[in-house]
């Protein structure tokens, strides 16, 4: 299988980065990976699921695997965010990515196993599978998978701000005869907020939401406060650019 083949080549290339240099300890896992989805960068992202893929080879635990799956769903979204970002003609660059995406989603997937269940450990799995859904093929293929992970979610805890942000996503992509239904992804992309005003996924989601609902100006009000909360939202910014 194609993606299992890419999922061993990132595990090697995080074998030689550990044997490369000293092994970061968990705290400075989890702030590096921090630090990689605020700047958006996708190879720090990896360099991280390299590292927490070999320190679980080792001495496995339950953070060390709930880093694991955070860092591959890190790396799913940032390079999903590359990938939207090329021309519909670069084919060969779409399936590279596409391959490296699901790569990081199996690996996230596979780490999420042993973990108890909890709202953001299902909202973790709904987000894995979103990363997934590229085509209305997969989407069908998906759509139950993540339904099912997101309710879950929010059974477990209504207040699980990204559970909320999770939830909003269908309702915001997906073509009206489909289920979408603007109104309710800003309702439920609100809610986040209100639960979370600093949550920077439910911030650029609502700006988008604001886009499609033909109010511009509630959309560039999102994508400043993000920009100003986070000076690094490349979305944001390339947004703000490139308004007249």
Not at 200 to 214: D, I, Q, T, Y
């Amino acid at each position: 299988m194609i993606v299992s083949r890419v999922v061993a080549a990132v595990a090697l290339a995080g074998a030689v980065l550990a044997m490369a240099g000293q092994p970061r300890d968990l705290q400075s896992l989890g702030a590096a990976l921090d630090d990689a989805v605020r700047s958006y960068d996708a190879a720090a992202a990896t360099a991280v699921l390299s590292e927490a893929r070999v320190a679980r080879a080792s001495a496995d635990s339950p953070q060390l695997a709930e880093l694991h799956a955070r860092a591959a769903l890190a790396v799913a979204e940032l390079l999903r965010i590359e990938l939207e970002g090329l021309a519909a003609g670069e084919t060969e660059q779409r399936r590279l990515l596409g391959l490296r995406i699901d790569a990081a989603a199996e690996d996230g997937l596979q780490a999420l196993g042993g973990l108890p269940e909890t709202s953001d450990r299902q909202r973790t799995l709904a987000d894995l599978i979103a990363t997934m859904i590229r085509s209305d093929f997969r989407a069908k293929k998906h759509e139950q998978s993540f339904k099912a992970a997101v309710a879950r979610a929010l059974e477990l805890d209504q207040g699980n701000a990204r559970a909320w942000v999770s939830s909003a996503k269908p309702f915001l992509f997906a073509e009206p005869e489909q289920g979408g239904d603007v109104a309710e992804a800003l309702r439920r992309l609100d809610r986040a907020l209100e639960l979370d005003p600093g949550l920077e996924p439910a911030r650029l989601l609502r700006a988008v939401a604001h886009e499609k609902a033909g109010d511009p100006e509630a959309a560039e009000r999102d994508w400043r406060a993000a920009l100003r909360a986070n000076p690094q939202c490349r979305p944001a910014r390339e947004q703000l650019e490139s308004r007249p």
